[in-house]
């Protein structure tokens, strides 16, 4: 039938108005057969245009009406659709939410009639109501059937408002407990004989367990059984577990009408990989001796549900205690972190901007906090141990425990979000959490939520601020709560009672939380701008402290920062504004020793820390230290104040290559810590090596000046060497070096020596004047003849010296020399002088080869430290840098003469050559270049942590973990760092014993 276009014109403006988006198909479909009776009703059009989609809602209507068998059914269908509003509500409300609850009415036409039957007045359906609604299935088809038409209605009251979003959470799962419970009849009707041997409780977790279900979503069990009377324990085992597996089929199995939902098991000890049934005891030794902290957490929402509940009830009684106890497990709070973390990761990255569940600011970051604050505090308070989120969050709140206000958004933020969950989930009963992309699913899921006006703009604007308050609040939940219970401005709001703030701490890795409660207290209290915006910071650095191996260090030294710098404008301001500022300064000052002691002596470095590109961490250049260090140095009075200005810009620069290093290899909260280790290593030997050579280059400047005036009698240069001269000095490391000198023209060689020594003498006194400051020891024991030969010589010297009585070691000891400080050509022309020997043309004759060999075997045993574990020495022990350096020199020394790229002074650099001539293969130039690292890491990683050199791990538990943190190795896993570095050194070592004891 053809409608008029005067109609059609108006038909098609009124369908426009009522939010249809092809009116044309709209049309055709009123004007069909099935609606004669119908189409010019005004309600109807009402009724569909208040959908969420009223396209969608009027093609399943017209689909339902064609599925009608005979006429007299489809005008009972049209009667009660327009007399009956509460029913016509429902009905249009689901078939415009929902195509695949569509699909099943047009299979199920008469499935309809499930809606008429509930009104707004009526009470919540329990689990006993689903229960007989699934009474009359028989097999897993028609269950599947009852369960779509349970589910129908649920969404019924859902679409129209009759519920809210946590009660039609608590109905799923009651619907899938009553489920549950039908699968298992059914599967011990089809083995009464397993049925008889066995008590089999299911227990339900995740948010089954936690009465707050998806519309699709996995259900988590647990499986409990036992023997019934005297029957075999291991036989009643087996059955319980064929029953339980034939409950899980019923439920996951695709029939006909498509599968259920899946029953999944892997929450159970052991996850897959452990038996699915287990008995009471069984559960209750894995608990107490092998479980992660993650495992107390899911057991948060155990819950009995089907099969033999006083069992179930047992299981929970049982486990219960072990829950509560979870938080004094040590790591607890790192665990619960790092398990969050690495959800987050494991998100692929085209996803994570659509993650309603488990993105930043998503579903999960709530429900990960409130379980946290759960276990910290529940042992104590029954009040708190709701396994349903939004329940908790009340009695958190309620409790002191949370902010009422902070409750408040978070409780909103959450419906939120779980209503966008379940009605993406509710259009085609698939599992997902993603928003869609599609500009129609858009809008139908912003209208479903009753975002009317520009339906699309007005969803993302509302789903980025809730967002937005959940990544806020996430993490300044637990830690706002310790702030306000020290500080105490806000009087009549419930508060973390003195007890429940020092349980927080201990959770948070606090070793003396009374200490850190009263630096909270000093910190946060008053009205002062400066406490005001500390209050501000102190959640998010809380955070970042609890993240390190020492939060008491970092929160100690973030109040001695801010006592020196608190009346300073810019402090605050810097930290409250610039976001990597806040937390670089939280990691460089719970990272160890160094880092913070160097900040105290200069605090006003903390604004290196605050240039947001990471400019502000940068090395500078040896060029601009020197002209740095030599300008303080003609300011100064007299030698030992220019050395103590070069002593201060030496101070600061050691800060800024500290936190650096730091910050690269802990990364931030934006830029997760992936730094090549070889590019921070490499980072940090030239950055120390450029700083010490500009220092000794000031402190000559300085000695010349007040001795001579402008110039030397004689002409002075510094050769460095060792790792100085290889530019690769550690934090803690001495500066080798050699004097060279050369008498000016016309000076008499006497007087030009007597002014030599006594430049290298006042040196060394003034870099030895007892200091505050890192020292900076000047070792010039390489020199000819050691310690028994002059401190200085002239060039002749050194050619006469090394013509005649040069030996191997010092031979071997010339590849690190590298001129560094002084007279820049008499550098060179000390360089030019040493080639010839430290790359002889003709290489290395095999007694050589075997002198070196036979000095680095007497070096090790005797100056390894007697006790100390060799495989764990990263200087002298098998595979340390000894290994690795001595083995790259070798190649040096024979072949330096004919590879131009083996002429350097950098150990990396000289194996890479190596490598690219053929000299070494890929494989074990890398093995090399990873121990090397490595060896070097360990010897950066302790200083910065104890404040002094070491060549191994520590043994302090606390100083280990912090080493192994900044290598990269998480709370509880110091033991997996030490074996990890005696495998590569261990790696190292084999190679070695090829290229540097194999053969010649």
Not at 493 to 507: D, K
Request: net charge neutral; glycine share 8%; hydrophobic share 45%.
């Amino acid at each position: 039938m053809t409608s008029a276009p005067g109609r059609r014109s108006s038909t098609f403006t009124r369908l426009l108005r009522h939010g249809f988006t092809d009116p044309s198909a709209a049309e055709r479909l009123l004007d069909g057969p099935e609606l004669t009776a119908v189409r010019s009703d005004p309600v109807l059009l009402d009724a569909l245009g208040a959908t969420a989609d009223p396209d969608l809602a009027l093609l399943g209507l017209v689909r339902l009406l064609e599925a009608q068998t005979g006429a007299a059914a489809r005008q009972e269908l049209l009667d009660t659709l327009i007399s009956a509003k509460p029913l016509r509500d429902r009905l249009l409300g689901v078939l415009g939410a929902s195509t695949a609850l569509a699909d099943h009415l047009a299979r199920h036409p008469s499935d309809w009639q499930a809606l008429v039957t509930y009104e707004p007045r009526d009470l919540h359906p329990g689990v006993e109501e689903f229960e007989r609604c699934l009474a009359s299935a028989t097999d897993p088809v028609s269950l599947r059937v009852a369960y779509r038409r349970c589910l129908m209605s649920i969404a019924a009251r859902d679409v129209c408002g009759t519920t809210e979003v946590a009660q039609t959470a608590a109905e799923l799962a009651d619907l899938a407990t009553a489920t549950l419970r039908a699968a298992l009849a059914l599967a011990a009707d089809a083995a009464p004989e397993d049925a008889a041997l066995c008590r089999l409780a299911v227990i339900a977790m995740g948010k089954c367990g936690g009465h707050e279900l998806n519309y699709v979503s996995d259900v988590d069990v647990i499986f409990v059984g036992e023997a019934v009377g005297g029957a075999d324990e291991d036989k009643a085992l087996r059955a319980a577990a064929r029953l339980a597996s034939h409950l899980m089929r019923i439920c996951s199995e695709t029939t006909v009408e498509g599968s259920i939902w899946p029953v999944d098991a892997n929450l159970r000890p052991e996850g897959r990989n452990g038996p699915l049934v287990r008995t009471l005891a069984s559960h209750l030794a894995y608990y107490q001796r092998w479980a992660k902290t993650w495992e107390f957490q899911a057991l948060l929402k155990a819950r009995p549900v089907a099969g033999d509940l006083a069992l179930g009830e047992e299981y929970v009684a049982a486990l219960q205690p072990l829950v509560w106890q979870a938080a004094e497990r040590e790591n607890f709070v790192a665990d619960v972190q790092k398990m969050r973390r690495r959800v987050v990761e494991n998100i692929p990255a085209d996803e994570i901007d659509r993650q309603l569940k488990l993105g930043p600011g998503g579903l999960r970051d709530v429900e990960f906090a409130v379980q946290l604050l759960q276990l910290v505090h529940g042992r104590a308070d029954v009040s708190l141990r709701s396994g349903t989120t939004l329940d908790a969050l009340r009695a958190l709140a309620a409790g002191g425990y949370v902010g009422r206000a902070d409750a408040a958004q978070l409780d909103d933020a959450y419906r939120f979000l779980r209503s966008m969950e379940h009605r993406i989930q509710l259009h085609r009963l698939r599992r997902t959490h993603l928003v869609p992309q599609d500009e129609a699913d858009l809008r139908r899921l912003g209208r479903s939520l009753g975002l009317r006006t520009d339906p699309v703009a007005s969803l993302h604007r509302e789903w980025r601020r809730h967002a937005s308050v959940v990544r806020r609040l996430h993490e300044k939940l637990f830690y706002r709560p310790l702030l306000d219970a020290v500080a105490q401005l806000a009087p009549g709001e419930a508060r973390l009672s003195a007890e429940a703030a020092r349980e927080r701490m201990v959770a948070l890795g606090y070793a003396d939380p009374a200490a850190a409660l009263r630096h909270l207290e000093a910190l946060a209290s008053g009205v002062t701008r400066k406490a005001a915006i500390q209050r501000t910071l102190l959640p998010v650095l809380l955070g970042w402290f609890a993240d390190s191996a020492d939060p008491d260090a970092g929160l100690l030294n973030f109040r001695n920062v801010s006592d020196a710098l608190g009346k300073t404008p810019w402090y605050l301001r810097l930290l409250r504004d610039e976001g990597a500022a806040a937390e670089n300064l939280a990691r460089v000052l719970s990272a160890g020793r160094l880092a913070p002691d160097l900040l105290m002596r200069a605090p006003e470095a903390v604004a290196l820390l605050g240039d947001g590109d990471g400019g502000g961490l940068a090395p500078r250049s040896r060029a601009s230290l020197e002209q740095e260090i030599l300008a303080a140095v003609r300011r100064a009075d007299n030698a030992v104040q220019g050395v103590t200005a070069a002593r201060g810009v030496r101070r600061r620069e050691l800060f800024r290559t500290s936190a650096a290093d730091i910050v690269g290899s802990y990364g931030t909260e934006s830029q997760p810590a992936e730094a090549d280790q070889g590019a921070l290593v490499d980072l940090v030997g030239g950055a120390v090596s450029d700083l010490t050579a500009a220092t000794l280059a000031g402190t000559l400047r300085a000695v010349v000046r007040e001795g001579w005036g402008d110039t030397l009698p004689t002409r002075f240069a510094i050769i460095g060497m060792g790792r100085f001269g290889g530019h690769e000095l550690g934090y803690g490391s001495d500066a080798d070096v050699l004097f060279v000198h050369e008498p000016r023209d016309g000076v008499d060689e006497g007087e030009a020596s007597r002014a030599a020594n006594k430049v290298v003498a006042e040196m060394r006194r003034l870099l030895q004047i007892p200091s505050a400051d890192p020292p900076l020891l000047v070792d010039a024991d390489l020199r000819p003849e050691g310690k028994s030969g002059p401190l200085v010589r002239t060039l002749k010297s050194y050619e006469a010296y090394y013509r005649r009585w040069s030996l191997a070691w010092e031979r071997h000891a010339l590849l690190r020399a590298e001129p560094v400080a002084g007279d820049e050509e008499l550098g060179r022309r000390f360089t030019g002088l040493i080639d010839p020997l430290r790359y002889p043309a003709d290489g290395l004759d095999e007694d050589a080869v075997r002198e070196i060999r036979r000095l680095k075997a007497r070096m090790e045993s005797e100056r390894l430290p007697r006790g100390a574990d060799p495989k764990l020495h990263a200087k002298l022990g098998p595979g340390g840098l000894s290994d690795v350096e001595w083995t790259v020199q070798l190649l040096q020394l024979r072949h330096g003469a004919g590879e131009p790229g083996l002429r350097t002074t950098r150990t990396r650099q000289a194996l890479a050559a190596a490598r690219e001539a053929g000299l070494v293969s890929e494989e074990h130039a890398a093995i090399l270049d990873e121990a090397w690292v490595l060896a070097t890491r360990v010897r950066n990683a302790v200083m910065l942590v104890r404040g002094r050199a070491g060549d191994t791990f520590p043994t302090q538990p606390r100083e280990l973990a912090a080493v192994g943190r900044y290598l990269g190795y998480g709370p509880g896993h110091a033991g997996d760092m030490l074996d990890a570095y005696r495998r590569t050194a261990r790696r190292a070592r084999g190679v070695v014993e090829e290229l540097f004891y194999g053969g010649v």
